[in-house]
């Protein structure tokens, strides 16, 4: 049933008027067991759910909700393979890339003896570069879930680096990027990596082909040494020269596949039992999804949470603060993952819906934010929920610095909810602001795996509450329909037909 169709919908409805007047100052002195009744321990990470905008009467009316929506159907259904990616007629199999060999017996069994028959020749190929003192830099060509992804996970376990090795992303179709990093290479001393599920990208097909073109005329030869794919459409990557090849499947989706081979540069930075403990982190937590109780399931009342905020007390937007300078990539992974996944208007039918989805998702590092923006998050007019990622335990052994950084970011989360009442003006700050806060132990491949098979099975939990194919992502079409379009037009100058204000844009920005 459509989720604004049900009963709990409406029950919902009725407790957010009632949630007008909820204050978390008030919550936290009458509920004493709030902590442990809104917290929830889940593989490697603990999450703090209790400085939010929401009670243990709302959490089991938004378990209802999920009951009358078919939650647990609909996630046994990605787990069974079938094919709930429909606009597309994809099964959603990237949890398939992290599951152990041979533990899944039926149909399965075949693709994920596949996986392990791909995986185990790309983690030896890494293990050669990585024992290879030759190859001193590794050129990631990727965009989007083919760049984010692997640049994400390589800047997170930076303390599990190879030393010697330098790692490179290219992704913007802007060629100064490619060109800064080309000035800094040798063809002798570099990998490039094109990573690209299609193969027909345009950015990454023109940044791979200016690369060839530079290792040629540098006086590369051997592309079959210097160059790999990393794609479903190995023919593509022929036709271009490259046969060196790592290959996956169309049931992994761009912005799921850091687990397939589009994770070869995590695998060449960490190595290949890093690259398995990365699986298995992200696998504990498939299995904790699956199989915790809805109520005590992770990213089950994540999900849920943001329904409610998005929905019931129109929160639009999330800011997410790791608070951890190798995470500082993870707003903007998490960006693609929420925002290409839920940021759907239609339901999986394709009908219109008539309310809100996907929430805009930013943020930065802390504890950089607290002199950016946290100034609106705290006095702002808007509410905006926070999440914050904090970790344990540090791994230099820099005197104060750890302490500072987690003081910090406990002291961010409660001044949000405390707020400074007893000054007015400009000093008044109102409290009652909500956070999440996800505590890990230490930043490693297993805890960051666990980390982002977490926020996967969150963006799953509210696409599928409110009905829509979190899987496709056909909104990013027409601007590439159009920039080919205005491309030719760029190149022969030709505006007829244009509206006024591209084609003036167009002209202005022409070379003479
Ligand atoms: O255009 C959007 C998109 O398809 C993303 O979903 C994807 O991650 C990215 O482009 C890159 O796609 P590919 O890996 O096929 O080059």
Redesign the pocket.
């Known amino acids: 049933m459509r989720c604004d169709q049900t009963p709990a919908w409406t029950a919902l409805q009725a407790h957010a008027d009632n949630f007008k007047s909820f204050d978390l100052r008030t919550a936290f002195a009458q509920d004493v067991p709030r902590v442990q009744a809104l917290s929830q321990q889940a593989p490697h990470v603990l999450a703090d759910l209790s400085k939010n905008h929401t009670d243990v009467a709302t959490e089991a009316l938004l378990i209802e909700l999920a009951r009358q929506t078919g939650l647990a159907a609909h996630r046994d259904a990605m787990f069974r393979g079938e094919p709930i990616n429909n606009t597309e007629g994809r099964a959603v199999m990237h949890w398939l890339l992290r599951q152990p060999e041979g533990s899944l017996p039926g149909e399965l069994a075949v693709p994920l003896q596949q996986v392990h028959d791909t995986l185990k020749p790309m983690l030896h190929y890494a293990e050669q570069i990585r024992a290879d003192a030759q190859i001193t830099d590794v050129v990631n060509i ?5 760049d984010l992804g692997p640049q994400m996970a390589v800047l997170a376990l930076q303390d599990f680096v190879l030393a010697g090795k330098r790692f490179h992303f290219v992704s913007n179709v802007d060629g100064h990027e490619l060109a800064a990093v080309l000035r800094g290479l040798k063809t002798e001393n570099t990998l490039f990596l094109i ?7 345009i950015e ?1 097909m023109t940044n791979a082909r200016s690369a060839l073109a530079w290792f040629k005329v540098q006086g590369g030869s051997d592309v079959s040494r210097h160059f790999v794919a990393l ?1 479903t459409h190995v023919a593509a990557a022929a036709e271009m020269g490259i046969t060196t090849t790592f290959g996956f499947w169309d049931w992994v ?3 799921y ?1 850091l687990w397939s081979a ?1 994770g070869l540069p995590v695998a060449i930075a960490i190595g290949a039992q890093g690259f398995r403990d990365l699986l298995a982190g992200a696998h504990a937590m498939d299995q904790h999804f699956r199989a915790a109780p809805l109520e005590a399931n992770l990213p089950v009342r994540l999900g849920l949470l943001d329904v409610w905020y998005r929905n019931f007390l129109n929160y639009t937007s999330r800011s997410i603060a790791p608070y951890h300078s190798a995470l500082r990539r993870v707003p903007a992974y998490l960006q ?1 993952l929420e925002m ?1 996944s839920n940021g759907k208007r239609v339901d999986r039918h394709g009908l219109a819906l008539p309310y809100g989805t996907s929430p805009v998702l930013w943020g930065e590092p802390g504890t950089n934010g607290q002199h950016a923006y946290f100034q609106m998050l705290h006095q702002g007019t808007d509410v905006v929920p926070v999440e914050f990622i904090a970790v344990k335990k540090p791994t230099h052994s820099l005197k104060d610095h750890h302490e500072l950084l987690l003081a910090n970011v406990i002291a961010q989360a409660q001044a949000l909810m405390l707020g400074q009442t007893d000054e007015g003006g400009h000093k008044h700050f109102p409290g009652n602001r909500p956070s999440t806060f996800l505590l890990i132990d230490e930043l490693t491949p297993t805890s960051l795996g666990a980390l982002i098979a977490l926020q996967e099975h969150r963006v799953f939990v509210s696409g599928s509450v409110w009905g829509i194919n979190s899987f496709d ?1 056909w909104g ?1 079409e027409l601007g ?1 329909v159009l920039a080919k379009d205005i491309h030719a037009r760029l190149l022969s100058g030709d505006t007829a037909g244009l509206d006024a204000s591209s084609a003036a844009l167009l002209q202005g920005v022409r070379q003479d």
């Open positions: 990727g965009i989007g879930g083919s990573a690209s599920k299609t193969f027909t990208t990454t794609t989706g761009g912005r596949s589009i693609q290409e992502q990013v590439k």
